[in-house]
């Protein structure tokens, strides 16, 4: 696999030409207030983006917010982030109000060197996401239009056939940016050889989200810790009551057969934090995974599984983890969570946090990022990179 990166198209020069940047700034926004809650998918692109304006080029940056029906919606509009990104960038970002459109025509051609535009949110346009190839071929014709060169700096997207991931790097140079190259330098190797004991930590709600990742990963780890809302279904599958917790029926004998043939690979909770209700305010106590009362839920791991799970990474030399323990969001149901991600923190190993909610949990719960090998910006592209997966993005970028 070959792939230009950022620093062989600077070295050509950028000064003076349109450089078509792909981010993700899917942050997300408050619903009351439109602020935005948490900017680090913003953060991540500034490495790219402030060498391509050192470098004297005219930015043009695009990216989807949101899942939007193929037509402008003002919840959507990546308006706030044009402003989040120009305190970051020290200069202002000028905003085009739609994608293709007459204001982003405008925008992109009153760029003087060494400026940024942001695009109004690419899934305002059907053509996006268009399943049809000359609808989306269409599209990404127009975008192409605005740059000389082509950065794709979205590993959040990588794993989509979009029109701004796969179709637009076949009508311009491109190249990878600098958190593209990054990420994909980190999962390689984790899916190379992995330092070894290699110990994977997968949290989340669904069993049937991560059952690829799980039968990837299973030959190839020493061993597997699960927890959140999915432990439930291999509890399940172990013959427990699990009381009214989130439950996928159809995926516990699923779970039984992946139990059989993990050769104790397969780590599950000793004990959770069972509530009577969703709630951040519930009524709740910590009982044994093998006796959740028929009337209660499961919203955390408890500590003696903090500790279990702790004691497993504590040999580990290289650790992955995608997934929160529990219902962080709520700090009656956080401590799975934090504890977990503290423990990784204090091991010797190579550190991988899988995106997604992780990322989000590593900065609500206020700890410390740069503890971390690596935070991904990807939750669905770093898991299917490491089922194997082609992913669409990168192969439009290999020559």
């Known amino acids: 696999m070959t792939i230009r990166t950022l620093d062989d198209l600077l070295a050509e020069g950028v000064s003076g030409r349109r450089v078509l940047v792909r981010a993700d700034l899917n942050v997300p926004l408050d619903k009351q207030t439109g602020q935005i809650t948490d900017d680090g998918?913003?953060?991540a692109v500034l490495p790219t983006l402030g060498a391509l304006v050192q470098g004297g080029a005219k930015v043009v940056v695009c990216s989807h917010l949101g899942r939007p029906k193929g037509a402008p919606d003002p919840q959507y509009s990546l308006r706030p982030v044009a402003?989040?990104?120009?305190?970051?960038?020290?200069?202002?970002?000028?905003?085009?109000?739609?994608?293709?459109?007459?204001?982003?025509?405008?925008?992109?051609?009153?760029?003087?060197?060494?400026?940024?535009?942001l695009l109004e949110n690419l899934r305002f346009n059907k053509g996006e996401t268009s399943k049809d190839d000359a609808e989306r071929g269409a599209f990404a014709d127009q975008l192409a239009g605005f740059g000389e060169a082509y950065v794709d700096d979205a590993f959040g997207?990588?794993?989509?056939?979009?029109?701004?991931?796969?179709?637009?790097?076949?009508?311009?140079?491109?190249?990878?940016?600098?958190?593209?190259?990054?990420?994909?330098?980190?999962?390689?190797?984790l899916t190379g050889e992995p330092e070894r004991p290699y110990v994977v930590i997968l949290g989340g709600s669904k069993v049937s989200d991560k059952l690829a990742v799980i039968e990837a990963l299973l030959p190839k780890v020493d061993r597997l810790l699960i927890g959140g809302g999915m432990c439930?279904?291999?509890l399940k599958a172990q013959g427990h009551e699990v009381g009214t917790s989130l439950l996928e029926e159809e995926m516990v004998e699923t779970c039984r057969n992946l139990l059989e043939r993990s050769e104790g690979k397969i780590m599950l909770p000793v004990d959770v934090v069972a509530a009577d209700a969703f709630a951040p305010d519930a009524a709740h106590d910590t009982v044994r995974a093998d006796g959740i009362p028929s009337h209660r839920l499961g919203l955390d791991i408890g500590p003696e599984t903090v500790a279990g799970f702790a004691a497993a990474l504590s040999g580990a030399?290289?650790?992955?983890?995608?997934?929160?323990?529990?219902?962080?969001?709520?700090?009656?149901?956080?401590n799975g969570t934090r504890g977990v991600a503290e423990a990784i923190t204090k091991t010797d190993a190579f550190t991988v946090v899988g995106g997604g909610d992780s990322a989000a949990a590593v900065r609500a719960l206020g700890l410390d990022e740069s503890s971390f090998g690596h935070i991904s910006t990807g939750g669905g592209a770093s898991l299917e990179y490491l089922e194997g997966k082609t992913l669409p993005g990168i192969a439009a970028l290999e020559d």
Request: glycine share 10%; no cysteine.
């Open 83 to 117: 402003g989040r990104l120009g305190e970051l960038l020290g200069a202002p970002v000028h905003f085009a109000t739609d994608t293709v459109g007459d204001s982003a025509r405008s925008t992109v051609e009153a760029l003087a060197d060494g400026q940024v535009a």
């Open 41 to 43: 998918r913003i953060r």
């Open 157 to 189: 997207a990588v794993h989509r056939r979009h029109a701004s991931v796969y179709d637009v790097p076949a009508r311009l140079p491109h190249v990878a940016g600098r958190l593209v190259l990054r990420e994909v330098e980190v999962l390689g190797r």
């Open 232 to 234: 439930f279904t291999f």
């Open 317 to 334: 030399k290289t650790v992955f983890w995608n997934g929160p323990m529990g219902v962080f969001e709520m700090p009656a149901f956080a």
